[in-house]
């Protein structure tokens, strides 16, 4: 099997969101995508569209999605608004000021893991998701509504990442998923 790839269009509505997971679905599957990997993509596309219904404040969202023998890619480009998070009581803008750069940040935590953010150049944040040893660790519970979500995007793929385009001024969410990865 080759590469290939789709765009899909997205009206940001919730009445939208499960007509648009399947007719994503339904495209992995006619490039040869296994159930079991759909299972484990679903959680990331309704999580991208939900956030895109919940925070952009965009019309539209478009929905790119890439399949090679390796890896799904599925990119989100909206043109609303930035990404928030809250740092330490500091909020974060776009573009990233010098005084965040190259550090790595607590976003969200649970009794299992904590989700991690690398802040790089280009206005670039890589998540990652960092295990607890300490299984008595208390979740920060007034986070959970909004950073939970990119906690099972990060937890499901091999790598994702947010880029704030200040030129193009617009988000790009890229969730990178393994063809053989499993949860």
Request: glycine share 4%.
């Amino acid at each position: 099997m080759g590469s290939s790839s789709r765009d899909f269009t997205f009206n940001n509505t919730a009445d939208a969101l499960y007509k648009k997971v399947v007719e994503i679905t339904v495209y992995l599957e006619e490039c040869g995508v296994s159930a079991r990997v759909i299972d484990n993509i679903k959680p990331v596309l309704v999580e991208l569209l939900t956030n895109a219904v919940k925070h952009s404040g965009a019309i539209s969202t478009l929905i790119k999605v890439a399949v090679d023998e390796d890896n799904i890619v599925i990119k989100k480009i909206d043109w609303g608004t930035p990404l928030m998070l809250n740092i330490l009581g500091r909020q974060l803008l776009w573009p990233i000021s010098a005084n965040f750069k190259k550090e790595i940040i607590s976003i969200y935590n649970d009794f299992n893991c904590t989700l991690k953010a690398k802040l790089q150049a280009g206005n670039r944040v890589s998540f990652f998701v960092e295990d607890f040893n300490d299984t008595h660790q208390m979740p920060d519970i007034g986070n959970v509504t909004e950073h939970f979500g990119l906690l099972i995007i990060t937890s499901v793929c091999t790598s994702f990442e947010y880029h704030y385009d200040t030129a193009g001024a617009n988000n790009n969410f890229i969730a990178t998923i393994s063809r053989q990865r499993t949860l």
